[in-house]
């Protein structure tokens, strides 16, 4: 064989070889969005990915699935691992969809013998063929999948495939690591499938909310931040996978009624949204190069008892409009965490907060020392007193009054890429009249920064501070005469 022939045969070989490996191992060539990595890094035993339709939710859940069946975890993974073999199932709304759906994922085309192994479970990783399910054809019952920990075969994992429709009965009498329910099912199957995990198992659901407020929906969309619930809401704007074009063919192709729900995620809200402003209208490009002469403030609610919010609010006086051009929300830490993450982007900026900021703490480190006072102490420009308008009220109508007339007005933008921002502003809503306190908390700073919007400053952005050289003017004063 001569040596140019030698070498094609080898650029083949290895192309053949790559080919392969995308073909069966599929796993390795899974790239998630933002969204659905935190879908799988949340530490909570109850988890909801509530999506619009066709960005993914089921793909991921399949390749959660995956990975507690393989123990084959990427190297970014921060959420649940299990150093051991599983036993988990897999539920959706029919045997058939579950068979077209799910387990295509998984294994590959149902019927079609040359496909099998090309879903995101390996090929070689099945420890033998699977089980037929009876009723639904080419539908499997059960996969025994090889386990590995840290790269060294441990045993066997069984993936057991279950449909709603079976009924309740079907859910009972065993004991599982994971369960991954797709679509949304009735609340009594939910709780017999919860009622199946073992002490650190866990259970998922990926669904398209299209019955508005149900039972599962405000299981999640009520539960306190300290909770072991939580959810992910994602949009088909945030669909890479997508041009403008199919996003807005799809949009269009969508009933009003139910446009929401399939390309926002959003399930029908009690008794109504908040806000009615089309996100399309106060949706900006974030701000590269901001005018000197706008003013800068953050504001804040403190996140007791649920998570912190941050706002860095910019207002351009001379044309009365104001741009949300950063926003943290941040659950389970402590002040002086939340401090860092501000002061990097804007330490000299003033800080409004809420009321509730007067309150005095109880520990032993901290006591009397009021909320506000410890952000201080952690470097963050506090205002000396709580947000309020300037006829000194602090109404939350008012407050959201002014937001939503500034919106239809066009004086009230938000920068594209705050997302979480977007996601509270989909599901904030009213019940029986009242605001529902829930996922609400950078709505709520936005609020206190529309209430305090005076006090803005006209600072630098960045996070070192600024010594004006009039300071020495005001020594021994515990004030700026010149603010």
């Known amino acids: 064989m001569t040596a140019p022939n030698k070498k094609l045969e080898d650029v083949l070989a290895t192309l053949e070889a790559v080919a392969e490996k995308k073909l069966f191992h599929k796993m390795l060539f899974f790239k998630p969005y933002p969204k659905q990595i935190a879908f799988f890094n949340m530490q909570k035993r109850e988890r909801l990915f509530m999506a619009a339709n066709q960005v993914g939710k089921t793909y991921g859940g399949a390749y959660e699935a995956a990975c507690h069946a393989t123990g084959d975890y990427p190297e970014w993974w921060m959420g649940k691992k299990f150093a051991r073999p599983t036993r988990g199932w897999v539920a959706g709304v029919s045997s058939l969809a579950v068979r077209d759906t799910q387990q295509k994922h998984l294994c590959g085309m149902p019927g079609v013998t040359a496909d099998f192994g090309t879903g995101l479970i390996p090929k070689a990783r099945f420890?033998?063929?699977?089980?037929?399910?009876?009723?639904?054809?080419?539908?499997?019952?059960?996969?025994?999948?090889?386990?590995?920990?840290?790269?060294?075969?441990?045993?066997?994992?069984?993936?057991?495939?279950?449909?709603?429709?079976?009924?309740?009965?079907?859910?009972?009498?065993?004991?599982?690591?994971?369960?991954?329910?797709?679509?949304?099912?009735?609340?009594?199957?939910?709780?017999?499938?919860?009622?199946?995990?073992?002490?650190?198992?866990?259970?998922?659901?990926?669904?398209?909310?299209?019955?508005g407020q149900t039972d599962l929906v405000l299981r999640f969309t009520r539960a306190a931040a300290d909770s072991d619930r939580g959810m992910v809401n994602m949009t088909l704007e945030e669909a890479e996978h997508f041009t403008p074009e199919e996003k807005k063919k799809r949009l269009d192709g969508y009933a009003a009624h139910e446009r929401d729900a399939r390309a926002k995620g959003i399930p029908l809200l009690g008794s109504g949204k908040v806000f009615d402003c089309a996100e399309e209208f106060i949706t900006e490009p974030r701000i590269e190069r901001i005018p000197d002469e706008w003013t800068k403030l953050w504001a804040v609610d403190f996140g007791m008892g649920h998570p912190f919010a941050a706002v860095l609010q910019l207002w351009d006086r001379d044309a009365d409009i104001i741009h949300v051009h950063h926003a943290i929300r941040m659950e389970g830490a402590l002040p002086i965490m939340h401090a860092a993450a501000m002061r990097p982007i804007g330490v000299n900026v003033p800080v409004a907060w809420p009321q509730d900021g007067h309150q005095r703490e109880k520990g032993a480190t901290t006591a009397g020392t009021t909320t506000a006072q410890l952000y201080k102490q952690a470097g963050l420009q506090m205002l000396d007193h709580h947000a309020h308008f300037e006829d000194g009220g602090n109404s939350t109508e008012a407050g959201i009054l002014e937001m939503d007339q500034r919106m239809k007005t066009g004086r009230y933008k938000v920068?594209?890429?705050?997302?979480?921002?977007?996601?509270?502003?989909?599901?904030?809503?009213?019940?029986?009249?009242?605001?529902?306190?829930?996922?609400?908390?950078?709505?709520?700073?936005?609020?206190?920064?529309?209430?305090?919007?005076?006090?803005?400053?006209?600072?630098?952005?960045?996070?070192?501070?600024?010594?004006?050289?009039f300071n020495q003017m005001a020594q021994g004063l515990d004030f700026d005469p010149f603010e």
């Open 415 to 469: 920068a594209s890429h705050l997302t979480d921002w977007f996601e509270e502003y989909r599901s904030y809503h009213r019940k029986d009249g009242v605001i529902v306190k829930v996922r609400d908390d950078l709505m709520s700073a936005s609020r206190i920064g529309i209430m305090a919007k005076r006090h803005g400053k006209i600072v630098t952005l960045g996070g070192r501070k600024v010594k004006r050289q």
């Open 127 to 211: 420890a033998d063929k699977p089980s037929l399910a009876r009723g639904v054809t080419d539908a499997f019952d059960t996969l025994q999948v090889t386990h590995k920990t840290n790269g060294v075969p441990d045993g066997i994992s069984t993936v057991h495939f279950k449909s709603f429709e079976q009924g309740r009965p079907k859910f009972q009498g065993d004991t599982i690591d994971w369960g991954w329910g797709d679509e949304e099912g009735p609340m009594d199957i939910y709780q017999e499938f919860l009622t199946r995990l073992r002490g650190d198992g866990i259970l998922y659901s990926t669904f398209t909310p299209l019955f």
